[in-house]
């Protein structure tokens, strides 16, 4: 066998010029000629140069420019990450051409989560937008500007459900709704791949991490998640499984061990559900160093059998480690892994680029060498306009006493916090190649908005924080936090002198941006304690108090509640952000953005969603009992629920109409409601509707949403509002693990939160 391999490579080998001759386009662009296109290319391929499409490396000290060029010529990388330029990228892929063998274009990535160069609200704030025409022009824009950087893959969109607010990570999903996630993942992936991922200004997403890394033990990263099949499957897996019907090409694999196996070892998730009932055709890669990590999961003995567990349980490409082209050549020769395997990978790979039409034009994403941006971070490749209009429709009003806010454009305003002035910290985790000179802080926006009408004063006030190791945490990889030699108390003297000159307070607190990224997990979810002496010494001026909070993840804000007159959640909202925020401030925008996600009173409440299963003996708010399921030392519920959101007018809902009392079996019924505008402002709001199965074979969640719809309407005026149900709305997993729909009588819950709605009912036969 191993005599009529060596020919065959030999023969292979002969024929391999007129190959590289036709291995560069154009070529037709469908699942058919490229199937035949690769199968042909693989058998041109030695072991080393099927391997080498295996990899994905990074540039950087690990990887130099010089040790990268000679892993081009011998074939060693499939593609690379974290080179953003184009004048890099046309570099390596020059190399690829003129060096190596068989010239198979490299493809290149980056984590854009929420904007390449022009960056948008965190995706926790870009889904309390609920408004999918926003998503959609973020993908389309950060797709846009990696593309036109020469970037052909983004590690993006972030779908892990999660109810796990200390999880630093939690900032770069959409929350903790399986649908609202769902919704919007896939609405993501269409905006960022467009018709096709080859297109020029297309890239191809990865959807991420699969699977369920938000439900991780103790919102601690890295950690174990340990769920029953009902759950992984009715609560955690439709967003990727929606994302991927939508067209992702590739999917990253989480770092976390789901019931015991890492994920990176997992070859039921990889390869039974993935690819045998998801049919999924695109490329499954590790995420950061993943491989190595099965030695410390416990799951292998030495770096050879990590690498022999990845590859076999399904994963494509290594990210990050020079596991598989060390070991993969071993492995084969003593058919611990088969080439057919070998194969499979490469083709997967070979594919995806294929799709991402590298093989018609290995420099569609660059344009021609003289069209490259003399100042790579020119003004005029962002998108400002964008940013501003999603970064407004992000924030959500969550108090407004005596209608403080709007602010007027007069008198004197003091802003006062660590936050006011940071161009780093409004951009947020994951901000790709963003440029922090380039974003607007609140203090710059709101002197925008009050230039020449009104007199603003400005004082830090405290410190992010006034802990040392937090200091250093955050500043551990660059100067991202600056921190004010003086005294706490020097600081907030001369916060409250600007406070008593002014009419009203705006006070910018929160979390640095690197306090809700990876690795950044909380215990506690307060604001530090620098910021909380501030406020309370701004609050003892008498002013009227603002809060402006800038966050990753929902906060325990028991006590700001209680001294804000109002306070806005902006998250972390972009390069426009303090524009944005002013907008706001000053009723240029009126408020219409609902949490994502439930925030808590106290950290002991986690984990706190809306849509918990029943008990056998529930809470009643109105006529306390001993023994319900409560705590008896706190106040129970929210602090603020799930979908909640105010704005500067108001608006009711009326009682829900159903168009049926019945649903026959696959049929449709229809639940509609008229919502009025009964304030004296224009505003939108988010009418959203709820679902609750109250008798089935297992107990079903007391509410899930299952439909929404962003309405704009004029002070006076009413719109009716409808939404269609069909049987897939009513579908769960039972405990044998089957998808169904069981009749039953269902009730119809529609408002403008999770808990003030109008309800409804209808029998489905």
Known sequence: MKWIYSVSLAVSLALQPALAEELIGPHPMNAQARDAFVNQLLSQMTLDEKIGQLRLISVGPDNPKEAIRDMIHKGQVGAIFNTVTRQDIRAMQDQVMQLSRLKIPLFFAYDVVHGQRTIFPIPLGLASSWDLDAVSAVGRVSAYEAADDGLNMTWAPMVDVSREPRWGRISEGFGEDTWLSSQMGSTMVKAMQGKSAADRYAVMTSVKHFAAYGGIEGGRDYNTVDMSSQRLFQDYLPPYKASLDAGSGGVMVALNSLNGVPATADGWLLKTVLRDEWKFKGITISDHGAIKELLKHGVASDPEDAVRVALKSGIDMSMSDEYYSKYLPGLVKRGAVSMAEIDD??????????????????YSHLGPKESDPQDTNAESRLHRADARDVARKSIVL????????????????????PLADSQRDIMGSWSAAGVAKQSVSLLQGMRNATAGKATLLYAKGANISDNKGIQDFLNLYEQAVSVDARTPQAMIDEAVEKAKQADVVVAAVGEAQGMAHEASSRSELTIPASQQKLLAALKATGKPLVIVLMNGRPLTLVNEDRMADALVETWFSGTEGG??????????????????????????????????????????????????????????????????????????VSPVKMSAKTMPRNGTVEASVTVTNTGDRDGATVVQMYLNDPVASVSRPVRDLRGFKRIMLKAGESQTVSFKIDVDALKFWNQQMQQVAEPGTFNVMIGLDSVRTQRAQFDYL
């Open 345 to 362: 990978a490469a083709r997967h790979v070979l594919n995806v680029k294929y799709d991402m039409g590298l093989f018609n034009d290995p």
């Open 398 to 417: 969550l108090k407004n006493r005596l209608e403080t806010l709007p602010l007027k454009r007069a008198g004197t305003i003091a802003l006062i916090g």
């Open 579 to 652: 524009n944005a925020i002013a907008d706001v401030l000053f009723g240029d925008y009126n408020p219409s953005g609902k949490l994502p996600i439930t925030f808590p009173r106290s950290v002991g409440q986690i984990p706190l969603y809306y849509n918990h299963l029943p008990t056998g003996r529930p809470y009643n708010y109105a006529k306390p009992n001993k023994y319900t399921s409560h705590y008896y030392d706190t106040v129970n519920g929210p602090l603020y629920p799930f979908g909640y959101g105010l704005s500067y007018t108001r608006f009711s």
